[in-house]
C-alpha cells in the first residue's frame, strides 16, 4: 500500500479551485518503472513521487511524461513537506534546486524561467478574449494564453491548455506564469482557470519566484 495525498495548489483566497495534485510523500513506495502509469491512472495534471524528504528530493509525473521542473506539483510538494513536519529550505528536481520559504498563507519556490516546459505564449486584447477560447490557439500543444485584467496593477486573466502533456487544459500553471512574470521583469498575480490564483515575482540573477495557497483534499491508501 502507497499513500496518496490529493491537494489543490493555487487556490482562491476562500480556498475554492486550485490545481489538484497528487503526491506520494514516500515516493519508494512506487517503483520508478511504474510511476508513470500511476500517473495516467490517477490523471490528475501532475503527480510527485518524494524520493528523499529530507532533501526535498522528487520527480514530477503528468499523465503522458516526466517533467524536469513544474510550478504547482514543487509548490504543493513543499506546503505538504512542511505539514507533514519535513519541511524543506529547497527542492531537488532533474532541472536543479529550488529555493523554498513560507511567507503567511503563501508558499513560494523559486526557479529559473528556462526550466519551465516549452510553452507558447499568446497575449489576447482582453480578458473576455480569454474566457472565450475553446481551445489553443493555432492547435499549440503547450499554449499559455493571457490578457492584462489591469495593467498598473500587475494582474493577468490566463487559460493553459496542455495537449502535449495529455492535459486538455490546466486549471493553474505555475511554470508559465513564472516564465511569464520573467519575461516582464516585474511582480504578477494570474487568475487562471476557473478562479485560481498565482503570484510571481523576478528576484535578482534571472531567477523568479512563483507562489500560491493550498489545501489539502483528502489522503487515502492505494493499493498495486
Not at 92 to 118: D, F, I, K, M, S
Not at 177 to 200: K, M, T, W, Y
Not at 209 to 224: F, I, K, N, P, T
Request: with cysteine.
Amino acid at each position: 500500500m502507497s499513500r496518496l495525498h490529493v491537494l489543490r495548489v493555487f487556490t482562491a483566497a476562500n480556498g475554492e479551485h486550485g490545481n489538484r495534485l497528487g503526491v506520494f510523500l514516500r515516493g519508494a513506495d512506487v517503483p520508478a518503472d511504474r510511476r508513470q502509469g500511476v500517473a495516467r491512472d490517477l490523471g490528475f495534471a501532475e503527480t510527485v513521487f518524494v524520493d528523499d524528504a529530507d532533501r526535498g528530493e522528487l520527480r514530477i509525473f503528468t499523465p503522458e511524461v516526466e517533467l524536469p521542473y513544474a510550478g504547482h506539483p514543487t509548490v504543493g510538494a513543499a506546503w505538504l513537506l512542511r505539514e507533514a513536519g519535513e519541511g524543506v529550505a529547497s527542492l531537488q528536481v532533474p532541472a536543479g534546486e529550488l529555493p523554498v520559504r513560507h511567507e503567511a498563507e503563501l508558499t513560494w519556490v523559486a526557479a529559473r524561467p528556462e526550466w519551465a516546459p516549452p510553452f507558447e505564449y499568446f497575449e489576447l486584447g482582453s480578458p473576455d478574449a480569454v474566457d472565450a477560447l475553446g481551445g489553443a490557439p493555432e492547435d499549440a500543444g503547450w499554449a499559455y494564453c493571457w490578457s492584462w485584467v489591469d495593467e498598473e496593477a500587475g494582474t493577468i486573466r490566463a487559460r493553459s491548455f496542455v495537449s502535449g502533456a495529455g492535459i486538455a487544459e490546466d486549471e493553474a500553471t505555475g511554470s508559465a506564469a513564472l516564465a511569464l512574470c520573467g519575461s516582464l521583469g516585474r511582480p504578477i498575480e494570474v487568475r487562471q482557470g476557473r478562479g485560481s490564483d498565482i503570484f510571481a515575482r523576478p528576484l535578482e540573477d534571472g531567477v523568479v519566484e512563483v507562489g500560491g495557497r493550498v489545501a489539502l483534499d483528502v489522503v487515502r491508501e492505494r493499493s498495486g
